[in-house]
């Protein structure tokens, strides 16, 4: 077995579908459900004997030494993470309570099943933690992309959350010999994104006539990769990475994001032409910028490809046109996850962006 924290939120159910479709081991799943979580993502898996969800929490100790007991996974693939930057900067309280202290008590469960581990077992064991490129702060428009000697400068409560949690995994490794591997990765998009993020946000608000939001002058950058990719990332870095590394993740792809918008729109004109006639682009609208919003992301991939081989498969054109029909033959999955909740926080958000 492998046991993935997370894995109902958008990147964790895509590894998930993915690990099992390719014939991995069964799959022990720690997923808490909170507003970002979603069951309805692992459907296809309803009746599947190598996927056992377990709701609860990666900072619940007791839980989590339980699993490792019973089912005694080779791997811990840690998703779990507060995750939007926005929900940071109205309430950062969460983003400690998981993505620091959470991944503190998950680490400590971790020391503690691995150090009862012998021989082959205990050889083998890894602890894969996903992080983001955005502990490396944000970049000048000419300085060069991030590598793995980046120094870390976080610029929001979530950023600095998962430096934490990055600094945490370093240390058990470093301290207590822990066999982790850490990865850091770039903007993902793609199937199940949860439509508080820009591009399954501007696809939604779209179709529904309503506003694209575009934070300040629209000119930020970020690189964006298919989430299909990340995931044969992780699961290449899961088999052949070395112990107590980091690997970026990219793929290439910095684009600005009123850009991102904008092609939205043209797939949108092509696929799904506005009933009234003109394009989507018109309900594009320039609205107040996020506060301390980093200006610059871009990934140097070069390390995770010379050592493992790995290359993304999709371009960005590829990828955005498969999210783009995804939404649209998806509907359903939509309007459900557009519950109470999920209106609160839109109006939480962008009802006091002046436009
Ligand atoms: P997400 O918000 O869609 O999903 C997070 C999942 O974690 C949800 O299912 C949620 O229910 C679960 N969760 C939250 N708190 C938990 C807790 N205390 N215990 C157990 N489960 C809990 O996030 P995502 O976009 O899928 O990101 C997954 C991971 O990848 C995160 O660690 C994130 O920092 C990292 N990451 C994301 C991106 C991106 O572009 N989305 C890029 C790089 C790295
Ligand atoms: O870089 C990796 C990170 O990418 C991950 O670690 C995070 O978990 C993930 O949420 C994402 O963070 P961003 O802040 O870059 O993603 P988001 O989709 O929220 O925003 C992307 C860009 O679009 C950012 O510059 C802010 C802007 N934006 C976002 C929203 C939601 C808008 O202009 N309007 C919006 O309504």
Redesign the pocket.
């Known amino acids: 077995m492998i046991l993935v924290?997370?894995?109902?939120?958008?990147?964790?159910?895509?590894f998930v579908l993915d690990w099992l479709a390719a014939g991995g081991e069964g799959v022990v799943n720690?997923?808490?459900?909170?507003?970002?979580?979603?069951l309805e993502n692992l459907r296809s898996l309803e009746g599947n004997s190598r996927h056992v969800f377990v709701q609860?929490?990666?900072?619940?100790q007791q839980l989590v030494r339980q699993l490792l007991a019973r089912h005694r996974p080779r791997a811990v693939l840690?998703?779990?993470?507060?995750?939007?930057v926005d929900r940071s900067i109205h309430a950062p309280g969460?983003f400690i309570?998981?993505?620091v202290v959470?991944t503190f008590r998950l680490l400590e469960a971790v020391r503690a099943y691995w150090g009862e581990l012998k021989g082959g077992e205990r050889e083998g064991f890894r602890l894969l933690?996903?992080?983001?490129?955005?502990v490396y702060g944000s970049l000048a428009p000419k300085d060069p992309a991030f590598t793995e000697q980046n120094k870390y400068e976080p610029n929001s409560p979530?950023s600095a959350s998962?430096a934490a949690?990055d600094h945490l995994v370093r240390a058990y490794h470093h301290t207590y010999g822990l066999p982790v591997l850490t990865?850091?990765?770039?903007?993902?998009?793609g199937p199940?994104?949860?439509p508080e993020?820009l591009i399954p946000l501007m696809i939604v608000n779209a179709l529904a006539g309503k506003p694209l939001p575009v934070y300040g002058d629209g000119q930020q950058i970020r690189d964006w990769?298919y989430?299909g990719d990340?995931c044969s990332a992780i699961r290449r870095v899961l088999e052949a990475g070395r112990l107590g590394e980091t690997y970026n993740?990219g793929g290439w792809n910095e684009k600005p994001n009123l850009e991102i918008v904008q092609t939205v729109c043209n797939l949108l004109d092509e696929l799904k032409p506005r009933a009234g006639g003109g394009s989507y682009r018109e309900q594009i609208t320039f609205v107040t910028d996020r506060p301390g919003h980093d200006r610059r992301y871009a990934i140097d991939a070069r390390k995770i490809e010379r050592e493992l081989g790995w290359k993304p498969a999709e371009t960005f054109e590829t990828g955005i046109r498969k999210t783009v029909r995804w939404y649209l033959e998806h509907g359903d999955w939509v309007q459900r996850v557009q519950s109470g909740a999920y209106r609160e926080w839109m109006n939480t958000n962008y009802a006091a962006r002046a436009a």
Request: include cysteine; aromatic fraction near 12%; glycine fraction near 14%.
């Open positions: 924290t997370g894995g109902a939120g958008f990147i964790g159910s895509n720690l997923d808490k459900l909170t507003y970002a979580g979603n609860g929490d990666i900072g619940d840690n998703f779990a993470a507060e995750s939007h969460t309570e998981t993505n959470g933690h996903v992080s983001t490129d955005e979530y998962k949690s990865t850091n990765c770039s903007n993902n998009y199940y994104h949860f993020k990769l989430v990340h993740i």
